[in-house]
């Protein structure tokens, strides 16, 4: 069963930096392209990010220059390194296989960020 948490996620002003993380219990971040996706209150869930096994990365508009993907497949684990977030960032931040994610979703974890 697959089975990924996702954490890091906290209150920040804007301008500020937060660094999430998506731990998996099997070993898919290995051999899959991983994503991290966030919903907003009121608005449906969206790609922020992707890595592909090779390294290669995928961005949103919104997000380029300003996040960062990595994977570490010894640990079997994902960043999303963010910098210089707005408010508009506030979301629900998850992890999952990219572009097209499995069905089952992990708990997600909030960012918040203040104006």
């Known amino acids: 069963q697959v089975r990924l948490v996702e954490s890091g996620g906290g209150l920040v002003q804007a301008g500020g930096s937060l660094r999430l993380s998506c731990a998996d219990s099997?070993?898919?971040?290995?051999?899959?392209?991983m994503g991290w996706y966030r919903q907003a209150p009121g608005k449906s869930r969206e790609s922020v990010a992707g890595?592909?096994?090779?390294?290669?990365?995928n961005y949103a508009d919104s997000v380029k220059g300003r996040f960062t993907i990595s994977r570490d497949n010894a640990n079997h684990t994902v960043y999303l390194q963010m910098n210089s977030l707005k408010p508009e960032d506030t979301a629900v931040y998850y992890c999952?296989?990219?572009?097209?994610?499995?069905?089952?979703w992990g708990k997600g974890t909030l960012v918040t960020v203040s104006s």
């Open positions: 099997g070993s898919i971040v290995n051999f899959f392209a």
């Open positions: 890595i592909y096994p090779g390294g290669s990365t």
């Open positions: 999952n296989t990219f572009p097209t994610p499995f069905n089952s």
